[in-house]
């Protein structure tokens, strides 16, 4: 078969998953209509576009928790009034990034397609698909991690939540595995952790990897073949 995941290239994973433009902005729009005044996604998007681009730059220049919307309102042209049209504080766009990086990352990861894999099959999608949306969305992924520390503690607790479901994905895997005979068991929980820590290297040391001239199909194959062998499995 031609189409993620079953082919594993970063192409098929962007003819699937179309998470930049004008759908991710949709996406954004549905995840964050109910706290806005504007529910015309037509009328909505092109200010969201503004309004979450400009927040990543200002974050990336001053900080989250340095960064006013006094700011964000000179930056993306919108007046005062018109920004709290789309956001009533920092801690509604701040919420509002989280949830759509959390929402995505399940709409991948849990897709039927990716489930009904093989246990190799499917930690090498769990895996590769989650360092191409960081590719794609990498202005996400960084503020959640870097700007954690400026966000409420509802907030921070739903950031390690997600981290935590992730590892809870990556262990039901390797338990199937054991279940089918591929893969050891031998401190699974554990072994999750470390996989998902190396998956985050990724996303905050891209500029190392890049010195180093490492592609990210490189990388994420290091990273299957790495757990893959922590497993007792061959890499594929």
């Not at 504080?89 to 959390?102: M, N, Q, T």
């Not at 400026?150 to 992730?166: I, N, T, V, Y």
Request: aromatic share 12%.
């Amino acid at each position: 078969m031609d189409q993620w995941p079953h082919d594993i290239s970063l192409d098929a994973f962007r003819k699937t998953w179309v998470l930049e433009g004008e759908p991710l902005w949709l996406r954004v729009f549905d995840v964050h209509r109910d706290k806005m005044q504007i529910k015309n996604p037509q009328i909505a998007v092109g200010n969201l576009e503004k309004i979450f681009t400009c927040t990543f730059q200002l974050a990336n220049a001053k900080g989250f928790q340095a960064m006013s919307l006094r700011d964000l309102s000179r930056d993306t042209g919108i007046s005062m009034g018109g920004l709290y049209a789309y956001i009533g504080s920092k801690d509604d766009l701040a919420g509002a990034i989280a949830e759509v990086l959390r929402t995505t990352l399940d709409a991948v990861l849990s897709d039927q397609a990716v489930l009904s894999l093989p246990p190799v099959q499917r930690l090498q999608a769990i895996l590769y698909g989650d360092l191409y949306m960081n590719d794609i969305m990498h202005s996400w992924y960084y503020f959640c991690y870097l700007e954690s520390k400026g966000l409420s503690p509802e907030q921070r607790e739903a950031a390690m939540q997600m981290e935590l479901k992730f590892d809870e994905r990556l262990r039901n895997t390797f338990e199937a595995g054991v279940v089918t005979g591929e893969f050891k068991a031998d401190r699974l929980t554990l072994l999750a952790s470390n996989t998902t820590a190396m998956l985050q290297q990724w996303y905050l040391k891209r500029w190392k990897f890049s010195r180093q001239g490492t592609r990210i199909e490189d990388y994420a194959q290091f990273v299957l073949d790495t757990t893959l062998s922590s497993l007792g499995h061959h890499a594929v």
